[in-house]
């Protein structure tokens, strides 16, 4: 794996480079002594099956770039753009300018983003502990968690109140974790926020125990927001 990656990092252009690190982290699970079927990461003590790792690798690579010429044929007729940001702060796109947003925000507290993508995070060179600190969510388990949640959420309601254009609608996908014992009606909450940050609320759809594997959260909800 060291001579795929140190290949793939020495490339220089950014996009092909970004490409393959994609099929690279694809691979990783199953090459690796992992356990698969966990979203953590589970050490096995029987060693990494280490076969066809390369075959593999470009298996994997064709599958993308297959897809991905599926889907630029799919979107020839459209002006697709996808931007990499930090949802609150979009500084990068103007204000009254979006006609639908939809999003997904992290599950507060129930779901470890960084726990379970922590083989590609460092193979791919990242900072665990930076990410941890800075993504909304991070650091799940600590007593400021919903604290640091709401300051962050509340942050991106701005923005999405900022960039949506007028009488037009935000979708709002949110989950009721359970954090140190105590359930927190996240839909009753962010509804809130959204309505402080100027939204006028339309509907809540319930969508059930998505999520009840995850054991922390019973419900998941779909917030319909509309700016005036
Ligand atoms: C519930 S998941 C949504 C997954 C998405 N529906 C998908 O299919 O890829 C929440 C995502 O928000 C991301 N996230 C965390 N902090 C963020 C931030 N400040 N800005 C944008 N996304 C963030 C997490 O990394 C995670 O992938």
């Not at 252009?13 to 966990?38: E, I, T």
């Amino acid at each position: 794996m060291h001579l795929i990656i140190n290949n793939i990092n020495a490339i220089n252009d950014p996009y092909a480079k970004d490409f393959l690190k994609v099929a690279f982290s694809s691979l990783l699970r199953s090459v690796s002594n992992s356990k698969s079927g966990f979203g953590n990461l589970m050490i096995n003590k029987q060693p990494a099956p280490k076969e066809r790792i390369f075959e593999r690798f470009s298996l994997a690579t064709a599958r993308m770039l297959r897809n991905a010429n599926d889907f630029s044929k799919a979107a020839s007729n459209s002006d697709v753009k996808v931007l990499n940001g930090d949802s609150r702060n979009i500084s990068f796109i103007e204000d009254n300018s979006v006609d639908l947003i939809c999003t997904h925000p992290p599950y507060m507290a129930a779901v470890p983003y960084v726990e379970y993508q922590r083989l590609s995070l460092w193979w791919l060179g990242y900072d665990l502990s930076y990410l941890e600190d800075n993504m909304i969510g991070g650091r799940r388990s600590r007593p400021d968690t919903p604290q640091r949640f709401f300051r962050d959420m509340n942050r991106a309601l701005l923005e999405m109140k900022r960039v949506l254009r007028n009488k037009k609608y935000c979708c709002i996908t949110i989950g009721n974790p359970t954090h140190r014992g105590k359930m927190w009606e996240l839909n009753q909450i962010i509804k809130r926020y959204a309505v402080d940050a100027g939204f006028t609320f339309i509907k809540e759809i319930r969508r059930g125990k998505y999520h009840s594997t995850m054991g922390k959260m019973k419900e998941e909800f779909v917030l319909i927001l509309r700016k005036e």
